[in-house]
């Protein structure tokens, strides 16, 4: 059974930091591009970081760039989404996605979780 488990959301006040977890199993996990997306209250989800299978290759959006950093760990099936310098439009709830292609495509979500940025 496919899971993934976001853990490590919370408050955090303006300039703070949090870093995500997101767990997962049931799956290669090695073989899976994995990425952070967020939706805040009336806004569609956006993509925020993603990272290649092996960790080689990192994308971020434009308003993260410089303060958000994804990193993975293919011994502990795990990714990382460090957040520094917050700011209060960064509250949203935060997923990760694993995804790959391979005849067809295949992804799979976490349940998310709560990032509040407020003073």
């Known amino acids: 059974q496919v899971q993934l488990v976001e853990s490590g959301g919370g408050l955090v006040q303006p300039g703070g930091s949090l870093r995500l977890s997101c767990a997962a199993s049931g799956f290669i996990f090695s073989s899976y591009a994995m990425s952070w997306y967020r939706q805040a209250p009336g806004k569609e989800r956006e993509l925020v970081a993603r990272i290649s299978s092996v960790g080689s290759i990192t994308n971020y959006a434009g308003s993260v760039k410089g303060r958000f950093s994804i990193s993975r760990d293919n011994v502990k099936n795990t990714v990382y989404l460090q957040m520094n310098s917050l700011k209060p439009e960064d509250t949203a709830v935060y997923y990760c996605?694993?995804?790959?292609?391979?005849?067809?495509?295949?992804?799979?979500w976490g349940q998310g979780t709560q990032v509040t940025v407020s003073s």
């Open positions: 996605k694993a995804d790959r292609f391979a005849g067809r495509k295949y992804d799979y």
